[in-house]
C-alpha cells in the first residue's frame, strides 16, 4: 500500500474509533449513531476537536468517503464505483466537502475542479430526453473514476466538461461513447496527457466519429495517399479538406502513441509519411510533375518528424515552370486558414540560402555543393530524400549527392561540427528557460551532429553509412565498427530517450523543461519515472554521457 493511502486510512481509522468511544461513553452503550439533538452535536463536535457541529459533520462525511473510495478500489463493484461517482455529481455534497474529496483523490487545483463538475452537473440536466439522462448517468461516473486515476486529474476534467459542451444533445454520439468501452479509456489518456490534441479533438465532432469508427493501427503511406485522394474535396475547400485530414490522423497516431502502442521510432515515420503523402497531393494539382521533384532535408529527410516540426525541403527541376509550381507548393502548404496552416515550411536550405535561387536543375546541385557548400550544407545533404514529383530527378538527385559527400565529406572537420553547436547553443537554444533537450548541451542535436560526423568522415570507405534516418545510421555505423557496442548503446538509448520526451512536449505546446514547471512533474510520469527529482537526475545523467562520448 503506498505510504499516503496508509497514512489516510491510518488517521481515519483512530478518528473512527475515537468517534466511537465518545459515543459510547455518554450513556455506557453499544451504539455507533451521531445524536439526533443539535446541541448534543455540537458538544461531540468540540470533543472531537472543532469548533462548530457544521465543520464537524463536514469533516466526517470527507473521511467517510475517502474510507468508501479506498475499499471500492480494492473490493468495490463497477455499482459501488458508479454509485460513489454520481454522488458528486448529484449529491447534497457542500462545495468545501468536494473541494476537500477532489484533493484526496489527486486534483491538484480543487477550486477548479469543483467548477468543472458543477458545470458538468448543470450541462447534463440540460439532457432533454430520459434516454439521453440514462446514457450520461452511465457514461460519466465512468468518465470521473477514470479521471481520478489519470496522470492529470485537472486537465481529465477540464476535458470532460468541454467534450459534454461540444457533444450538445446529440444522442448518436452519446451512444456512441456508451457503447466502446476503449474509448472513455482513450479520451481520458488524450485529455490528460495532450494538450494539443485535446484543442484539436475538442474541436470537431468530426474527431469523435473516427475514434467511435475504430482507428487502424498502422497504415503505408501508399493506404494515406489512397485515404487523401478519396476524401480530399479539391476546389475551394481543398485546404481545409487536407488540414481535417492531417489533424485526424495527428489525433490517431498521437492517441497511439499516448497509448503505448506505437514505439517513437514508428510515430515519427508514420507522420513523415502523412507529410509526404500531403506533399505529394499538393503536387499533383499543379499537374506539372514530370521533371520536377522535391527534396526533403532535416527530419522530413530522415523520416523522423514529430508534431510541430517544419518542413525543410528544396526544389530540383529542369522545366520552363519550374518557379511557379515550387511557389505553389510553398504557398498551399503555408496559407492560413481559420485552423492554421497545414505546415511551416523551411526553405532555406537551398544553394545560397534565402538569398539564392528556389530552384536549381541537377547540374546547378551538382555545381554547388561540389564547388561552393559550406559544412553544414554537407551535413544537410545526408538527410536529403525525394519526397515527391519525378522519380527519375529524384533519383538523379540522390546520385549526385552521393558522389558529392563521398568526395567531400572529410572536408568536414571536428572543429566545424563543434563551433557549430557552440554558437546553436549560445544563439538558438532556449537553455536561460529550462533544459532544452534538442538545442541544448548533450541534448538531441549533439546526437545527431556527432552521427553525421562520423558518417561524412567514414562514407567514402563504408558507402553503406550513408542513410538518412539516425538510428538507422547508429546501427550502421556499429556494424562497420566505427562505433563500438558501449557507444552505440548510448547514443541509441539517448535519442530515442530524448526523441520520446521530445514529442511529449510537443504534444504539450511546450519547448524545455522547467524545473518547477507543471510540465516536469508530468513528463516524468510519462518517462516511468517515480518522482520530478528522479526524472531530472535522469536527464542530467542523459546529458553528461553523451556530452562525454560526443565530445
Known amino acids: 500500500m503506498p505510504q499516503e493511502d496508509l497514512t489516510t486510512l491510518w488517521d481515519n481509522y483512530l478518528y473512527l474509533r475515537r468517534l466511537e468511544h465518545y459515543l459510547q461513553m455518554k450513556e455506557d452503550l453499544q451504539t455507533h449513531t451521531l445524536p439526533v439533538s443539535g446541541q448534543e452535536t455540537e ?21 467517510r468517503m475517502q474510507v468508501k473510495n479506498m ?11 458508479h454509485a460513489e461517482a454520481l454522488t458528486l455529481l448529484e449529491g447534497d455534497l457542500a462545495d468545501d466537502e468536494l473541494m476537500g474529496y477532489l484533493l484526496f483523490r489527486g486534483v491538484k487545483a480543487p477550486q477548479a475542479g469543483l467548477i468543472h463538475l458543477r458545470k458538468v452537473s448543470e450541462q447534463m440536466r440540460t439532457f432533454k430526453t430520459q434516454k439521453e439522462r440514462a446514457v450520461l448517468r452511465r457514461v460519466v461516473p465512468q468518465f470521473l473514476e477514470k479521471a481520478f486515476n489519470a496522470e492529470s486529474p485537472d486537465r481529465v476534467l477540464k476535458g470532460l466538461e468541454s467534450f459534454i459542451a461540444v457533444l450538445g444533445e446529440k444522442e448518436a454520439y452519446l451512444t456512441g461513447v456508451a457503447e466502446h468501452k476503449g474509448l472513455i479509456d482513450a479520451m481520458v489518456r488524450l485529455f490528460s496527457l495532450s494538450s494539443y490534441l485535446s484543442r484539436v479533438f475538442l474541436s470537431s465532432n ?30 475551394a475547400g481543398v485546404l481545409e ?8 490522423e495527428e489525433i490517431r497516431l498521437g492517441l497511439f502513441f499516448l497509448m503505448d502502442v506505437l514505439t517513437i521510432h514508428d510515430l515519427l515515420r508514420y507522420l ?6 500531403i506533399i505529394g497531393i499538393i503536387l499533383e494539382r499543379t499537374n506539372n510533375n514530370q521533371g520536377f521533384s522535391i527534396i526533403g532535408l532535416g527530419k522530413l529527410g530522415g523520416r523522423e518528424l514529430t508534431f510541430g516540426s517544419d518542413l525543410d525541403i528544396i526544389f530540383l527541376s ?6 511557379r509550381t515550387a ?32 530552384i536549381k536543375d541537377i547540374a546547378g546541385y551538382r555545381n554547388y555543393y561540389l564547388r561552393s557548400a559550406h559544412p553544414w550544407e554537407l551535413q544537410a545533404l545526408l538527410k536529403a530524400r525525394p519526397v515527391a514529383g519525378d522519380l527519375r530527378a529524384g533519383r538523379a538527385f540522390m546520385e549526385m549527392g552521393r558522389e558529392v559527400l563521398m568526395q567531400r565529406g572529410k ?35 549533439e546526437i545527431e551532429f556527432y552521427v553525421q560526423f562520423l558518417q561524412l568522415q567514414h562514407v567514402r570507405e563504408s558507402p553503406e553509412i550513408l542513410v538518412q534516418n539516425t538510428p538507422v545510421a547508429m546501427n550502421r555505423l556499429a556494424k562497420k565498427g566505427i562505433l563500438n557496442a558501449g557507444e552505440r548503446e548510448i547514443l541509441f538509448n539517448s535519442y530515442e530517450y530524448y526523441r520520446r520526451l521530445e514529442t511529449f512536449l510537443r504534444l504539450n505546446e511546450e519547448n524545455v523543461i522547467a524545473k518547477d514547471s507543471g510540465i516536469a512533474e508530468l513528463a516524468g510520469i510519462f518517462m516511468g519515472h517515480r518522482s520530478k527529482e528522479e526524472f531530472l537526475t535522469r536527464l542530467g545523467e542523459l546529458r553528461s554521457s553523451v556530452l562525454r562520448l560526443t565530445g
Open 43 to 63: 458538544v461531540l463536535a468540540r470533543m472531537m476537536g472543532v469548533s462548530s457541529a457544521a465543520e464537524f459533520l463536514a469533516d466526517l462525511r470527507l473521511r
Open 71 to 81: 475499499y471500492n478500489s480494492l473490493l468495490g463493484t463497477e455499482e459501488d464505483l
Open 206 to 235: 468530426r474527431y469523435l466519429d473516427t475514434l467511435v469508427e475504430g482507428l487502424i493501427i498502422r497504415k503505408t503511406k501508399k493506404q494515406v495517399e489512397e485515404e487523401l485522394r478519396r476524401n480530399v474535396r479539391f476546389g
Open 241 to 248: 479538406s487536407i488540414g481535417e485530414y492531417r489533424r485526424a
Open 272 to 277: 513523415s509519411h502523412l507529410a509526404d503523402a
Open 318 to 323: 529542369d522545366i520552363p515552370d519550374g518557379v
Open 327 to 358: 511557389e505553389s507548393v510553398v504557398k498551399t502548404l503555408t496559407t492560413y486558414t481559420d485552423k492554421g496552416m497545414l505546415y511551416n515550411v523551411d526553405v532555406r536550405l537551398r544553394p545560397d540560402g534565402s538569398k539564392g535561387a528556389l
Open 411 to 445: 572536408e568536414v572537420k571536428r572543429e566545424d561540427i563543434h563551433a557549430m553547436r557552440q554558437r546553436i547553443v549560445s544563439e538558438l537554444s532556449q537553455e536561460a528557460v529550462g533544459m532544452d533537450i534538442k538545442l541544448g548541451p548533450g541534448g538531441i542535436e
